[in-house]
């Protein structure tokens, strides 16, 4: 199943897509739920991001070869970081190229969508009725900042940068996953995410024992390598099997 948020009119719904039409949801996607009986086609709709997050839980060094291309130890257990709601751009979203920043990378990840609220989860607890589903995510940082300020927080919150979408794919296996991301239509990363150094059930565990997770909330695992710049008129787009692609474009608007 394909979860998309989207307005159409004025309104703004989630729905469910079937063949080319959304339907939308009557209830909670956190629960049990009924769908509308008339489909609305997905080419009339502006789509939304998927969930607007009380919080994003982003992983950092992740894959081996990111961690290497970094020039960074690989981490003995999860380097966790967040990124404010305030950041979330959706499907053809503009990224807003800041002017305190020479140097705006795309990391494109896979991103895990909190079902219910999830706190101290143990070792041996099964994380699959925690997740709703998952979709894209692109991790734009300021990496020039990031390196200057050491801490990651003005790197990597500013608004626009958590691109997420386009739609909460449930029901597919997160272990195995190819991850690219094309820089104009070129792939720039091509990674698979059998390759992830912690695995979604550990990290939904992880980080359940450090903060409570809602449902809504979003947990990025980590990009592979091949990061590299965007400039203002770039067009990425972050493409995962099963889900589909996150296309957004980079824009100055400010001097
Ligand atoms: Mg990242």
Not at 158 to 177: M, V
Not at 196 to 218: A, C, E, K, Q, W
Not at 236 to 247: A, N, R
């Amino acid at each position: 199943m394909k979860i998309y948020r989207y307005k159409h009119n004025t309104k703004i719904s989630t729905g469910v897509l079937k063949e080319d039409k959304l339907y939308a949801v009557q209830g909670s996607v956190y629960r049990k739920f009924k769908t509308a009986k008339k489909g609305i086609p997905v080419g009339d709709v502006a789509l939304l991001p998927p969930v607007m997050p009380s919080k994003i839980v982003a992983i950092g060094l992740n894959y081996k070869d990111h961690a290497m291309e970094r020039g960074k130890p690989l981490p003995e257990e999860p380097l966790i970081f967040l990124k404010p709601s305030s950041a979330v751009v959706g499907p053809k979203g503009i990224i807003v190229y800041p002017s305190m920043t020479k140097r705006v990378d795309f990391e494109g990840e896979l991103a895990v969508i909190i079902k219910k609220k999830a706190s101290r989860l143990h070792p041996d607890d099964l994380t699959d009725d925690y997740i709703l589903g998952y979709t894209c995510f692109n991790d734009v940082t300021a990496r020039d900042l990031q390196t200057k300020d050491v801490q990651f927080t003005r790197a990597k919150s500013f608004d626009t940068f958590a691109a997420i979408g386009p739609c909460i794919a449930t029901d597919i296996d997160p272990a195995r996953l190819r991850v690219k991301t094309f820089l104009n239509g070129k792939l720039r990363q091509s990674g698979n995410t059998r390759n992830l150094i912690f695995s979604v059930p550990f990290l939904v565990r992880f980080v359940s024992n450090i903060m409570t997770l809602n449902p809504g909330d979003v947990i990025t695992t980590g990009t592979p390598a091949g990061i590299g710049p965007m400039v203002p008129g770039d067009k990425v787009d972050v493409q995962i099997e099963g889900i589909g692609t996150l296309s957004n474009t980079v824009m100055k608007i400010w001097d």
